[in-house]
């Protein structure tokens, strides 16, 4: 008796474990950076080469190297321009100092701007799992304190660490630190260190080596103190609470209040080891007050604090009246919060300009600030008199305040006129000129920051970037245009250097009062500019103007039409950070950031605002669901979301990403805001995560290149059958399962234009996957593409698989390119080579903008993180692209194409790979038993429908065997019992029904 398999296939999934002991081992020890001289090595550590540009050449591309399961990344981080390495004769071995190989070789960041500096990034460890980390860090060529910090993954592990090079070491431990840290959910770990303001003008990140081991978590301790414990202060005053002696070093800081004997509940954007109270009332006697300090091993919360708050006694006073631009605002600080009633009665003010002033409108800004507004103008640089009286304070014998008269001048904070370079015949009246004189030279471009006093304010000008000149020009036009008054401010100005997207300008004004709210006008222009001139500004990080547009052939018509003003609150410092910066819809290769004039005004705060509610988010199991909100109101706010109504830890940013979302990650999101003006809760946006039942579940596309016509079948039930163009029988070759298909390169390609919904793009998900193999050789082949969507009536939207873009090696290249015509991803090319001729499996994976290439089912380093924009292509194409016409032909084999809506892991890349989607069975055994057959097999999809199939020769059609019982046998495995047959010979297949 003879048996006949129609598919087959095994699939199986190798799991392996590893286990610490008590005394943990090392798992990877590195010595940076050998650049291929004779290794110096120290014993038991590895060797991390850094050849990325040739050798001797400072570097600026990233470097991977792969170490068993662990792939090591250096890259430069915080803007850095580049990275290089030395070697040193000493420090030689002395005393107890046995590793001087180690401090000898070294990469280090040689950017002497503050904030720059080198990554680390380890790949490949066990998800949500201690690590300990040590890092030497020296070099004996360097004199002065080179001062850095470390962080993992943006949040600080190793504040102010110091070397003197001067100061050899004199023991093991003399130049290393350590910190322990998890790796997230992808097993990644991403080490920065940054240079500190403190170091001198040289470079202050080195590493010289790496160890990392398996650790024991450290959750905060029990318990840690804060000061004072308990505080006793007057009604309106405030007291500020400091935490201290945590060790090991929390991440997280949360404070907490609780009224009344009541539950703690979060004190809004209270996260710094420090909490400054706002002005007590006697309401507020006996609040109690703690820190909850956390890590990613646990949190703990400290001792309490209660405060006592006792009368006051003293009478409030006026501590200053600030007009408000357009000089009809007056704003009243007292020195003690006061009784609002009182306070926003205007017959407790007298104001004389032309004859008493009646006010129109009064309001609180906070409880000691008053806002007025007058029916009459103030003219600007005029002093006038303002009297208050008969105004209380909260205490509970309330304390009222004299008749006071104040004088003050009716004048904004401050006006500039930028540049001036010496020549004051320029200078907009009001305005003080700003001069730009850093270099000694009126006319040289400017690398160093120009500070300039304006009493008790300072101003600093500095450019942002790589590219960190800036200049200064003054022109002859504009001239006045009717409305248009200001011809001056926009006739002077400074600009940044640079035409890289993301790069500019900084204005820093300091002296400013912290908690006050400024509103800031700048003007953005140059009359000679053509093209559209495109800027982003921010305050202090916070973007508030997005997209400043000028053309220099349009000449202003008005005063506004060159400038925008914003408003933001100054942190406790007194200092913010205007930052300009060069949108990459500027005009190629053209200039963007421009500041003539900037003037600074006392505001009242826009209360904060949801002006876009998070939306629900539905994904796969192991996808990252992403949350967002956009804002309203002055900056800065404090953030936080929560889950059910509860707080998500450490989660205080405007988008929230639960990476790797699961089933008990769904629920209710939502996010709470605050700022100086109030409160805003957004609404709540369901997450819901759908489960991953098998290999098929999300899969919207499957051609496996097996069947070539006129089309070739997509087998899922979008049924999105390619149309094959120049494709002929014998470009149907052996693939890796069945056949392939063989393209030219000339113009044979396959490709639908998709109309339905449903089914493809692939980009229309938020995460998706595309699998395939390839067979070909990328050396000469510049910017094939091998799966493309794009669109048939536009050229601009596009995702493409395909060869390395300059065509000299066989990398595999992402290139992703918006409606808008950005390219958030610009030709990402991975480190492993899959186009060298032979066979190789390739998969892109987008998990909502965190992309990755696979290359025969290993992770290749090079990754990417983008924001994922408007993409609407409405045609797929394999083996080419197909836009307004075809292009980009491939040379060489594809076989089983695949495109799923949801992003696959590494074991489920590995398990297409290895075995195909096509449905299989493997008959194992057949056995004759009383009177019956007993056939056993595995199949793939074990809860389909299968059919026992028989023909009595092979040239026969292949007939049901109806009486088949079939039972699962448990997983894959099933058995198939029938009656035996009279013939002597027979054929047995198992057949998948549909």
């Known amino acids: 008796m003879k048996t006949q398999h129609l598919s087959h296939g095994l699939a199986f999934v190798v799991v ?238 949360q404070w907490q209040r609780s009224d009344g004997g009541g539950g703690f509940t979060n004190i809004p954007a209270a996260n710094a080891p420090s909490y400054t109270t706002a002005s007590l009332l006697m309401s507020d006697d006996a609040s109690q007050f703690r820190c909850v300090a956390s890590n990613p091993f646990g949190s703990t919360p400290s001792d309490l604090a209660t405060l006592t708050v006792y009368e006051d006694t003293n009478a409030p006073t006026v501590l200053n009246v600030q007009t408000e631009y357009p000089y009809t605002d007056v704003v009243v600080t007292f020195s003690e919060p006061v009784i609002p009633g009182e306070a926003t009665d205007w017959a407790n003010y007298y104001l004389e300009i032309e004859g008493q002033v009646m006010f129109t409108n009064i309001s609180m800004l906070d409880d000691r600030t008053v806002w007025l507004r007058t029916d009459q103008t103030m003219q600007e640089g005029q002093s006038y008199t303002l009297m208050a009286a008969n105004i209380h304070d909260l205490s509970p014998l309330p304390n009222m305040l004299a008749e006071t008269s104040f004088v003050f001048t009716a ?350 793009p692939a980009v229309a998900y938020p995460a998706y996957t595309v699998a395939l193999w390839v067979k070909g050789v990328g050396v000469g082949q510049s910017d094939r593409r091998v799966f493309a969507e794009s669109a048939n009536t536009n050229n601009t939207p596009l995702l493409t698989v395909g060869t390395a873009v300059h065509g000299t090696n066989g990398t595999v290249d992402i290139y992703i390119r918006n409606n808008n015509n950005t390219a958030p991803v610009n030709h990402l090319l991975s480190g492993l080579e899959a186009f060298d001729g032979a066979w190789h499996h390739i998969a892109w994976v987008d998990n909502n903008g965190y992309g990755r290439i696979y290359v025969d089912g290993i992770p290749d380093t090079n990754e990417v993180v983008y924001p994922r924009g408007v993409l609407t292509p409405n045609v797929v194409t394999v083996g080419g692209l197909v836009r307004a016409e075809p292009s980009h032909w491939f040379t060489g084999s594809l076989d089983d194409v695949a495109v799923w809506s949801r992003s696959l892991s590494q074991a489920e890349i590995q398990q297409v790979m290895q075995h195909g989607l096509a449905p299989k069975v493997e008959i194992l055994t057949i056995q004759l038993g009383a009177g019956e057959l007993i056939l056993t097999f595995d199949t793939t999809q074990p809860a389909a429908t299968h059919q026992i199939v028989a023909r009595a020769d092979l040239a026969d059609p292949w007939t049901e065997v109806a009486e088949a019982q079939f039972e699962s046998q448990g997983g894959s495995r099933m058995t198939a019992a029938f009656p035996t047959p009279p013939a002597r010979q027979m054929f047995y297949g198992v057949r998948l029904v549909p």
């Open 411 to 760: 004048v904004t904070c401050l006006s500039i006129d930028f540049n001036e370079r010496g020549d004051t015949a320029t200078t907009q009246p009001l305005f003080n000129p700003f001069e730009i004189d850093s270099e000694g030279s009126a006319t040289q471009i400017q690398s160093n920051a120009t500070t300039r006093a304006f009493g008790t304010l300072q101003v600093s000008l500095s450019g942002a970037g790589a590219n960190a000149g800036y200049d200064d020009r003054l022109r002859t036009t504009p001239v006045n245009q009717g409305a248009f008054t200001e011809s001056m401010l926009l006739r002077d100005f400074v600009f940044s250097r640079t035409t890289t997207t993301g790069e500019g300008l900084d204005v820093r004004v300091a002296g400013l009062t912290g908690g006050a709210t400024y509103q800031f006008t700048v003007w953005s222009f140059d009359s000679v500019s053509s093209g559209s001139r495109v800027s982003d500004w921010s305050a202090d990080g916070w973007r508030v103007k997005d997209n400043h547009v000028f053309n220099g052939s349009q000449l202003p018509t008005n005063n506004s039409q060159y400038q925008f003003s914003f408003k933001t609150t100054a942190p406790p410092s007194g200092e913010v950070l205007i930052a300009g910066r060069r949108d990459n819809s500027t005009t190629s290769g053209e200039l963007a950031v421009f500041i003539n004039a900037l003037r600074l005004e006392v505001a009242t705060p826009d209360p904060v605002a949801i002006l876009q509610n998070p939306t629900p988010v539905t994904v796969y199991a192991g996808g990252h669901a992403i949350f967002s909100a956009q804002l309203g109101g002055t900056p800065p706010f404090g953030l936080q979301w929560q889950k059910g109504g509860e707080d998500v830890p450490g989660e205080t940013n405007l988008t929230l990403v639960v990476y790797g979302a699961q089933a008990d990650d769904a629920g209710l999101y939502r996010l709470m805001a605050t700022n100086a003006g109030g409160t805003a809760t957004s609404s709540d946006a369901q997450l819901d995560v759908l489960p991953v039942d098998s290999l098929t579940t999300g899969l919207i596309a499957h051609w496996p290149l097996d069947a070539l016509a006129e089309t070739t079948p997509d087998l899922t039930p979008f049924a999105q059958d390619l149309t094959t163009t120049n494709l002929e029988p014998a470009n149907l070759v052996g693939g890796m399962f069945g056949s392939a298909f063989e393209f030219n390169g000339t113009n044979a390609l396959a490709w639908r234009q998709d109309t339905e919904p449903g089914g493809l």
């Open 16 to 253: 392996l474990a590893l286990a610490c002991g008590a005394h943990a081992q090392p798992i990877l020890s590195l010595d940076v950076d050998e650049r291929g001289v004779t290794p110096i090595t120290h014993p038991g550590f590895e060797s991390f080469l850094i050849t990325s540009d040739g050798g001797t050449a400072a570097q600026t591309a990233p470097t991977t190297r792969n170490f068993g399961a662990l792939s090591v990344t250096l890259s430069l981080g915080g803007g850095a321009a580049n990275y290089d390495d030395r070697q040193r004769d000493t420090p030689v071995d002395s005393g107890e100092f046995t590793q001087s190989l180690l401090l000898r070789d070294f990469v280090f960041c040689g950017s002497s701007t503050p904030g720059t500096g080198l990554d680390v990034t380890v790949d490949g460890l066990t998800p949500h799992t201690a690590y300990r980390f040590t890092i030497w860090s020296f070099d004996t060529g360097s004199t002065g304190n080179r001062v850095s910090d470390w962080s993992v993954s943006g949040i600080p592990v190793v504040e102010d660490y110091v070397f003197n090079g001067s100061i050899l070491p004199t023991n093991n431990t003399h130049y290393q630190f350590s910190f322990k840290a998890p790796a997230d959910a992808g097993g990644q770990v991403v080490i920065q260190g940054r240079r500190d303001a403190a170091t001198p003008s040289a470079g202050s990140v080195f590493i010289n080596a790496l160890q990392i081991e398996p650790a024991t978590a450290d959750p905060p301790p029990g318990a840690f103190s804060i000061t004072p414990l308990n505080p006793a202060a007057s009604s309106g005053s405030t007291v500020t609470f400091s935490a201290s002696g945590y060790d090991p070093t929390p991440l997280l800081f």
